[in-house]
């Protein structure tokens, strides 16, 4: 559930960084392409920082556990 959790969590925030959802999770319709052309040149950032923290969650764990 974590890393489910966490993916989410950082998907849903970068969007609204990009203005594509607004705080109640409506779509900007009018923003959406440009917010997906702009999405698609971050989503390698993106998921990079997801399994970085990820990596760093599961030796935290490891570490608490032994």
């Keep these: 559930m974590k890393t ?21 999770g409506r779509l900007h319709i009018s923003n959406v392409k440009l917010a997906y052309n702009k999405f698609m ?5 993106v998921f990079q920082y997801v399994v970085h923290s990820q990596y760093c969650y599961w030796n935290q764990l490891t570490a608490n556990s032994s």
């Design 41 to 45: 040149l971050n989503f390698t950032h």
């Design 4 to 24: 489910i959790d966490l993916s989410a969590h950082i998907f849903i925030q970068e969007l609204e960084l990009l203005d594509m959802i607004t705080q109640d």
